[in-house]
């Protein structure tokens, strides 16, 4: 398997799209002026305590408060606070950690209003990012990632991640944590450190360190609640560090700053990999260059097509989501309804796997199979979305077809579900059903650059155009283009643009985009 990372930075927003053997499987998008804050550290207040739901609403910032269980205290709760009261009360002298008292453990059904009490300070960490109308989801078990370990705080314990599956591996790894890692520490040992040395191990454990001592000099010196301690890396970094593997082949960015920051990142974790790291300086924009929009266009619809006509309905709402497979059109196979049903289904299980990790669903998914009914079809048809989940890195659970042929699944759910407008409303005619003679379009574009040329002085733009009206313009030896190249100048350039319409335009300087639409065009 060959995996390829695509990052668009644009002024407003970046995509980051991950393609596998040239499939797209993840696209996350974030705007520009917000921040991925799973995995942020905040010093925050107890804001309104709810004894029905055992939970309390802590003030970090947000618009809304947000959500603390009890059972998502952590068992060392009592130890953490009691340590952070005695940083935050001597402003000079940082305690180390070495020397807190460790406390016995929360007991597992206990009640919140006996710990926590309303105005109360407590340092909490982001699991889940605000969806919808709730806040961010909280804990109090502390955790900073790195790329081969995890630093949890105030637990005294090595674990070892089950995907290491080799006794004796397992063994060398816990022993060599344990002799370099500091007291009252605990460490998650991740897949990626097998057969890794202690040199790397050693180097990051000190890094992660690092950071923990800086989250404690903040909450020391906080004077002013509530305060952010530690941010978690960009989205593109992130992503990197949880995915990033020897199968990498190319990373391709289109932005200056985001290529040095990634480039620092790979050559830090992996230096031998760092020419992977490229930076795209096209013409076209980095998503059409590479095939993605296309990708994305097929991929985000209510209804997406698979395998020789047979397609899934993806129906998401608040409560659940619900997805029904359907053969289509397909021929049937001569070996019969049963094995045509399986051939479907097991393709269906392929391309819901990708869709769950593309579209983050989450929640309760319920999906509607082909009747199938042979119990070892069925039972093969469970073991296949068994096996393609595995590449999900969301805690998810699976549970075999129901008499009625369901499937339901459960996805753990960290951000809002990725969700793309395959169909929109024309932009040329604005709704409204009635736009100007499409013979006139060009004529429409010459006035424009016209306008930008000699009224606004614009020298240097690009056009961005559909595809068709792209080619179009330039076709022949004398093209349209060269002809407006002649009499406004050569700083003009057309780029065929696949997110466009076919009447749709849009005019850059740069990056940035300049406002060329005007109403009075509609009649």
Same mark, same amino acid.
């Given at each position: ?7 668009d930075v644009?002024p ?6 991950l393609?596998?053997?040239k499939s ?12 991925y804050?799973?995995?942020?550290i905040?010093l925050?207040?107890?804001k309104?305590i ?6 309390c609403?802590v003030?970090i910032g947000y ?7 009890y ?13 952070m ?11 180390p950690l070495?020397?807190?008292?460790i ?5 597992k ?12 300070e ?6 889940k990012e605000?969806i919808s #109308?709730?806040?961010?989801?909280? /804990?109090?078990?502390?955790s +900073? %990632? ?5 630093l @949890?705080?105030? $637990? ?13 591996e397992?063994?060398?790894l ?8 500091p007291?009252?520490?605990g ?8 057969g890794?040395?202690?040199a790397?191990l050693d ?6 360190m690092k950071?923990?001592n800086?989250?404690l000099?903040?909450i020391?010196?906080a004077?002013?609640?509530?305060v ?6 960009s989205?593109?970094?992130a992503m ?5 593997n ?6 391709y960015?289109?932005?200056?700053? #985001?290529y040095?920051?990634i480039? /620092?990142?790979v050559?830090? +974790? %992996? ?5 992977? @790291?490229?930076? $795209?300086?096209?013409?076209l924009p980095?998503?059409d260059?590479?095939?993605i ?5 097929s ?7 698979y ?13 659940m989501?619900?997805?029904?497979v ?12 049963e ?5 479907v289904?097991l393709?269906a299980a ?10 983050d669903?989450?929640?309760i998914?319920v999906?509607?199979f082909?009747?199938m009914a042979?119990?070892d079809?069925?039972q093969?048809l469970y ?10 890195r ?13 499937m ?7 951000r809002?579900?990725m ?5 929109e ?15 006139l379009f060009t004529?429409?574009?010459e006035?424009k ?9 614009v020298k240097g733009f690009?056009l961005h155009?559909?595809?068709y ?6 076709q022949?030896?004398?093209s349209?283009?060269r ?5 406004y100048?050569f700083g ?7 997110n466009?319409?076919?009447?749709e ?7 940035e985009?300049?406002?060329m639409k005007?109403?009075?065009e509609?009649?």
């Amino acid at each position: 398997m060959v995996s390829e990372l695509y990052v668009d930075v644009q002024p407003n927003e970046v995509t980051i799209a991950l393609l596998e053997d040239k499939s797209l499987v993840e696209l996350q998008k974030e705007g520009r002026d917000c921040s991925y804050s799973v995995g942020n550290i905040y010093l925050g207040r107890v804001k309104k305590i709810m004894p029905g739901l055992n939970a309390c609403f802590v003030d970090i910032g947000y618009e809304k408060d947000a959500f603390l269980h009890y059972q998502d205290l952590g068992a060392q709760f009592n130890t953490q606070v009691k340590y952070m009261k005695q940083v935050m009360s001597d402003r000079k002298n940082l305690m180390p950690l070495s020397k807190a008292q460790i406390l016995p453990e929360l007991e597992k059904e206990g009640s919140i209003s006996n710990l926590v009490k309303v105005g109360q300070e407590v340092v909490v960490q982001i699991v889940k990012e605000p969806i919808s #109308t709730k806040g961010p989801r909280l /804990t109090s078990e502390l955790s +900073i %990632a790195g790329r081969f370990l995890v630093l @949890v705080p105030f $637990y005294d314990k090595v674990s070892v991640s089950q995907k290491i599956k080799s006794g004796e591996e397992r063994t060398r790894l816990k022993q060599l944590i344990q002799s370099i890692k500091p007291a009252k520490v605990g460490v998650i040992v991740r897949t990626v450190a097998e057969g890794k040395r202690v040199a790397e191990l050693d180097n990051e454990l000190n890094i992660l360190m690092k950071y923990w001592n800086e989250c404690l000099a903040r909450i020391q010196k906080a004077s002013t609640l509530p305060v952010m301690v530690h941010e978690e890396t960009s989205r593109t970094v992130a992503m990197l560090r949880d995915l990033f593997n020897p199968t990498f082949e190319n990373i391709y960015i289109n932005d200056k700053d #985001t290529y040095e920051e990634i480039k /620092t990142y790979v050559s830090l +974790i %992996a230096n031998e990999k760092k020419g992977i @790291v490229k930076l $795209y300086e096209g013409k076209l924009p980095l998503f059409d260059n590479f095939s993605i929009t296309k990708q994305i266009k097929s991929l985000f619809g209510r209804a997406v097509s698979y395998k020789n006509g047979a397609y899934l309905i993806i129906e998401q709402t608040e409560a659940m989501c619900v997805v029904d497979v359907n053969s289509g059109n397909r021929t049937r196979q001569n070996n019969g309804q049963e094995e045509n049903a399986l051939d479907v289904n097991l393709s269906a299980a392929d391309e819901l796997a990708r869709q769950m990790r593309l579209r983050d669903l989450g929640g309760i998914i319920v999906v509607d199979f082909i009747d199938m009914a042979e119990a070892d079809n069925r039972q093969k048809l469970y073991e296949r979305m068994c096996q393609n989940m595995q590449q999900d890195r969301a805690r998810h659970n699976i549970l075999p077809l129901s008499k009625f042929g369901l499937m339901q699944i459960t996805r753990q759910r960290v951000r809002p579900a990725m969700s793309i407008a395959t169909s929109e409303d024309c932009p040329t005619c604005h709704g409204k059903g009635i736009i100007n003679p499409s013979l006139l379009f060009t004529d429409v574009l010459e006035s424009k650059i016209d306008y930008l040329v000699n009224k606004l002085k614009v020298k240097g733009f690009t056009l961005h155009v559909h595809p068709y009206v792209a080619a179009y313009i330039n076709q022949g030896l004398v093209s349209m283009k060269r002809k407006w190249q002649m009499k406004y100048g050569f700083g003009i350039n057309v780029i065929p643009n696949q997110n466009l319409t076919y009447l749709e335009y849009k005019f850059f300087k740069g990056k940035e985009e300049i406002d060329m639409k005007e109403e009075y065009e509609i009649r």
